[in-house]
């Protein structure tokens, strides 16, 4: 059996032993050289991954973000909003082939567009997130014998304010420095579904990462709020309960955390060091830690700033759990037993049938192993 996108049996939880302030103060004790521990991922507040670990400030202040409207439909033929949105998520059964949206208005108006493979993939059928470009409406085809279509359109910028604590200072990860869910405006209650947590965390040993393109605009004009959009599709259009990736990385190379992984140890990882199960490759996620890139790499590469914070990022992330970046490895699902012989750091397409990351991204990997290596 595949390993389900939604994790759910408690009996693989781990026990996380530190609680996030504990995990960052034993973090200041430790200087580069010692063994490397998750304490020493979780903090260091210097630009040098080489440099002394020191605690993060528990400081934090409060910061507005827009909060996101979505406006759900169903069926093929015409939908419209209320408000502009800024992205349309969508999902079908049935042929992945063959379907397409044009939007009725907005800067996006125009043409039918085929609808791709994307990054998100959906047993027994198709899923996409496009670019609305501002649209208040918008029509869907689909391939002859495809149904079950739902539609949501997504508003991450014009929505009323809401504010969030966010840490008053830099958040690092063994020196490469990321936003936090707070600091770009997760809402943790799309976490929840009739009032339970819809994908519990589960954690296993890292074995394997993985690189995707989010298949979503270039040239970005506001990464941030298509994080959220992303959150907003995974999480609640496609049923997963959270963001699918554990970090994405934007043009200018900002690094985004992305699944909540509790309130101990450091973002992705527990207390332990065992990552949290997140939904990038479904059927091989527990054990893979996923970084996508966002845009669409496809026909052209990721900007040199996404590309070194991708190289950095892989980098600590192999060294926490002694990978070797140009290396080759059997997977083994902890949960169902499964295996796949595949490169330590591999695409999104050398485990499922996806474009992903994109054919650009994809011929750098040989580079970005080499790169990572230490």
Known sequence: MPESPQPTSSEHRRKRSLS??????????????AVLTPAVFAVTDSGDDEAESAPRSEGTGGEDFPATRSAAATGTGAATTAFAASYVGLRWKGAR?????????????????????????????????????????Y???????????????????????????VPAEPTRVRGVQYLSRPAWGADESKRYKDGEVNSPETYYPLQTITVHHADTVNDDPDPAATVRAVYEYHAVTLDWGDIGYHFLVDEAGVVYEGRYSGDDGSPAFDGEGNLVTAFHTGGFNSGNLGIALLGNLSEQGPTDAAKASLIRLIKAVARLGGLDPQGETTFVNPVNGDTKDVATVSGHRDWLETDCPGQTMYDLLAEVRAAAAP
């Open 139 to 165: 029509e869907v085809r689909t391939a002859q014998g495809a149904g079950d279509v739902r539609t949501v359109a997504i508003d991450t910028t014009g929505g009323p304010r809401r504010t969030v604590e």
């Open 20 to 33: 996030r302030r504990g995990a960052l103060a034993a973090g200041g004790a430790v200087a580069a050289g």
């Open 97 to 137: 082939g063959g379907a397409g949206i044009r939007f009725t208005d907005g800067d996006a108006a125009g043409e039918w567009r085929e609808l791709g493979g994307g990054c998100a993939t959906v047993e027994g059928g198709g899923a996409a997130l496009v670019a609305a470009g501002a649209a208040t409406g």
